[in-house]
T-cell receptor, first 116, second 116 residues
Framework: AQSVTQLGSHVSVSEGALVLLRCNYS??????LFWYVQYPNQGLQLLLK??????LVKGINGFEAEFKKSETSFHLTKPSAHMSDAAEYFC??????????????FGKGTTLSVSS | GAGVSQSPRYKVAKRGQDVALRCDPI?????LFWYQQALGQGPEFLTY????????KSGLPSDRFFAERPEGSVSTLKIQRTQQEDSAVYLC??????????????FGQGTRLTVV
């Protein structure tokens, strides 16, 4: 069975500070891992994804994440937070199957607040 | 359209009323997913279609929930005799294989259902 744990339901940083959002996964098969961002009253937007290529994945808006198999982690980072980064962030896991898609399993989310 | 479109964006239903939520996926996408997102939680899988075939409905919480995709494009999620616990945002996502055999899900903005 697969699962995702996001440590910290709420993270607060100052503008310009490092952003670190934690995600640990559990999977019995090689995982595909994703980070999504959700702004208020909006759907989910893909930030980045890991699909067994490079372990350091760069995404949109300056975010990146590193897949660490030994730690079963896929933490999201950004060197310098902007006010516009304030949103809900979800880590998700799935696995590749012989079909056009497999369901994502999401963590409970982390709310990022950015103060000036 | 360019993205996944869901309607209505907001729906208020009286307890016991039937509701129908519509999802218009990205043109040509084979896979379509429905997720339920309760307040303060991550999305949870409801059901999955590959073209018109409903391949997985293991996430539907009760037999009051029914989904269809008769022509392999637009999908409708129907909830009969709504209950207060059905209040949530219902997200639709569609996906297709990219050129390297991997999938990426694109989400609609969701329908916020409030049962009063």
């Amino acid at each position: 069975a697969q699962s995702v744990t996001q440590l910290g339901s709420h993270v607060s940083v100052s503008e310009g500070a490092l952003v670190l959002l934690r995600c640990n996964y559990s999977s019995s098969v090689p995982p595909y891992l994703f980070w999504y961002v959700q702004y208020p009253n909006q759907g989910l937007q893909l930030l980045l994804k890991y699909t067994s290529a490079a372990t350091l994945v760069k995404g949109i808006n300056g975010f990146e994440a590193e897949f660490k198999k030994s730690e079963t982690s896929f933490h999201l980072t950004k060197p310098s937070a902007h006010m516009s980064d304030a949103a809900e962030y979800f880590c998700a896991v799935t696995y590749m199957a012989n079909q056009a898609g497999t369901a994502l399993i999401f963590g409970k989310g982390t709310t990022l607040s950015v103060s000036s | 359209g360019a993205g996944v479109s869901q309607s209505p964006r907001y729906k208020v239903a009286k307890r016991g009323q039937d509701v129908a939520l519509r999802c218009d996926p990205i043109s040509g996408h084979v896979s379509l997913f429905w997720y339920q997102q309760a307040l303060g939680q991550g999305p949870e899988f409801l059901t999955y279609f590959q073209n018109e075939a409903q391949l997985d409905k293991s996430g539907l919480p009760s037999d009051r929930f029914f989904a269809e995709r008769p022509e392999g494009s637009v999908s409708t999620l129907k909830i009969q005799r709504t209950q207060q616990e059905d209040s949530a945002v219902y997200l639709c996502a569609s996906s297709n294989l990219d050129g390297e055999g991997r999938t990426e899900a694109f989400f609609g903005q969701g329908t916020r259902l409030t049962v009063v």
